[in-house]
C-alpha cells in the first residue's frame, strides 16, 4: 500500500520522538544515542535548500523531456491537430513515465521528501488532470464535475501510497468541489441550502476524520488526517462567512442586492461569522488541540476584517492605533498568564526536532562518539623485556 518502506518510517516517527524527549531532558544522552544507532534508517532526505533545488531541477528535466517529446512528434501534431488524441495520449504517457521513475527512485535509491519524489508525483497527477481535461469536454454543464469526480480516485490513491499533505489537501478541496457544483445544479434551492449543505458535510468530514485520526494503525498518515482538518475547518468557516455568502449569492446565483439591500438570513450569518473562530478557540483552548487553537485565531482576524469591510467606523487611522493597542495588550497579558504551565497550554517553546538540532546537536555527537568507543587497557609500546614500568624487565615488585 505504502511506496516507503514502513519500517524506516516508523523508526524516523520514534527518533524524532526521543530527540523531544531528550530536547526536555526526558531521557539521557547515552539513551540517545542507543536510539539512534538502533533506529537507523537508508533514506536519502536532505535538507530544505536542497529539497527546492532537487525539486526544481526534477521539474525543469520534465519540462525538457516534454519539450523534447513535442519536438519529435511535430508531424503527429499536425496529423492530430483536429482532436484531442494526441494531447491525451501524450499526458498518459508522461504521467506512466513519472510514476514508473518514482516507484523505481522510492525502491532503488531510497528517496523520501527529497524533493524528487514530489516533483515527480504532482508533475504525474498534472498529467492526469491534463489529459482529463482534454478528454471531457469542458464547456458542457456536466464537464467541470465529471472532471472532478474522475481525478478524484487518483487524489486519494496519490495521498495514501505516498503519504503526501499535499495531495491530502487537493483531495478534500476536490470532494468540495464536487458537492459545490452538484448543489449548484438544484438551482433556487441551492440559494437557500448551499451554506448550511455545506456546513453540514464539513461537520460530517470533521467527525470522520477526527475518528479515524485516533486509530493507531493509520499513525502514518496523522500529518495528511491534520491537513485534511484544517480545509474542512476553514471550509466550515467560509460557508458561514457574511462576506463569502453575499459575494457568492451575487456571482453564482445572479442575486441582485439594491443599496442598503441585504441578503436572506443575514443577522444568522452575522452570528455565525463572529462566533465560529470563537468556537474554534474555545474548543482548542479545552481539548489542547493546536490545530483548532491556530485557525481559530486566523479565523477571528478573518471575522474582524470582514465586520470592518461593512461596517465602519471611519477615520481608518484611528481604527488602526485601537486595534493595533488592543492586540499588543491582548499579547502581554496572555504571555504573562500562560508563563506557568497551569491548563496544559503554556507559552513555553515546543520542543520539536528543530529546537533539538539547535540546542543539542553537539552534545550528542559527543555522547554518541564516546558510546561506540571501546575502551581496552593500552600496553607501553617498548617494555624492554616484559616489565610494565619499562625496568630492563624488571616486574611490579622488587
Known amino acids: 500500500m505504502i511506496a516507503y518502506n514502513k519500517k524506516f518510517i516508523t523508526h524516523l516517527a520514534i527518533i524524532k520522538k526521543a530527540k523531544q524527549w531528550y530536547a526536555e531532558k526526558l531521557i539521557s544522552a547515552e539513551q540517545m544515542a542507543l536510539l539512534l544507532k538502533k533506529y537507523q534508517t537508508d ?29 519529435f512528434s511535430f508531424t503527429a501534431i499536425n496529423g492530430l491537430e483536429q482532436s484531442n488524441v494526441f494531447p491525451v495520449f501524450t499526458s498518459i504517457l508522461f504521467a506512466i513515465i513519472c510514476i514508473v521513475i518514482l516507484e523505481l527512485f522510492i525502491q532503488n535509491k531510497l528517496i523520501f521528501r527529497s524533493g524528487v519524489d514530489e516533483a515527480l ?37 496519490a495521498s495514501i501510497r505516498y503519504i503526501d499533505t499535499i495531495t491530502s489537501i487537493l483531495t478534500m478541496i476536490c470532494m468540495y468541489c464536487i458537492v459545490f457544483l452538484i448543489l449548484l445544479k438544484l438551482g433556487d434551492i441551492a440559494k437557500l441550502i448551499m451554506p448550511f449543505a455545506l456546513m ?82 474555545f474548543v482548542g483552548l479545552k481539548n489542547k488541540d493546536k490545530v483548532s487553537l491556530w485557525i481559530g485565531l486566523l479565523l477571528v482576524a478573518i471575522a474582524a476584517f470582514t465586520f470592518k469591510y461593512y461596517f465602519s467606523l471611519g477615520h481608518p487611522e484611528i481604527t488602526l492605533t485601537f486595534a493595533g493597542i488592543a492586540m499588543i495588550l491582548t499579547a502581554y497579558f496572555s504571555i504573562r498568564y500562560l508563563k506557568i504551565d497551569k491548563h496544559g497550554i503554556t507559552f513555553k517553546e515546543d520542543m520539536d526536532e528543530d529546537n533539538f538540532l539547535k540546542s543539542n546537536a553537539e552534545a550528542l555527537l559527543v555522547a554518541q562518539s564516546f558510546s561506540q568507543q571501546v575502551h581496552t587497557p593500552q600496553q607501553p609500546e617498548n617494555t624492554f623485556g616484559g616489565g610494565n614500568f619499562g625496568g630492563a624487565g624488571s616486574g611490579e615488585k622488587f
Do not use: H
Request: glycine share 4%; proline share 3%.
Open 43 to 71: 533514506f536519502y532526505s536532505p535538507n530544505l535548500f536542497i529539497k527546492i533545488g532537487l525539486f526544481i531541477f526534477t521539474l525543469i528535466t520534465i519540462s525538457a523531456a516534454l519539450g523534447f517529446y513535442s519536438l
Open 121 to 157: 508525483l504532482y508533475a504525474a497527477l498534472s498529467f492526469i488532470l491534463s489529459g482529463i481535461l482534454f478528454a471531457v469536454d469542458n464547456d458542457s454543464n456536466n464537464g467541470m464535475l465529471i472532471s472532478s469526480i474522475v481525478f478524484l480516485p487518483f487524489l486519494v490513491v
Open 200 to 281: 453540514v458535510i464539513s461537520a460530517i468530514f470533521y467527525l470522520s476524520i477526527k475518528k479515524q485520526k485516533k486509530q493507531e494503525k493509520l499513525s502514518l498518515w496523522k500529518n495528511c488526517f491534520t491537513a485534511a482538518e484544517c480545509i474542512v475547518m476553514i471550509v466550515f468557516y467560509l460557508a458561514c462567512n457574511y462576506y463569502v455568502i453575499r459575494e457568492s449569492s451575487v456571482e453564482f446565483f445572479n442575486m441582485e442586492l439594491q443599496a442598503g439591500e441585504d441578503i436572506p438570513l443575514a443577522f444568522v450569518f452575522y452570528i455565525l461569522t463572529a462566533l465560529v473562530p470563537l468556537l474554534y478557540v
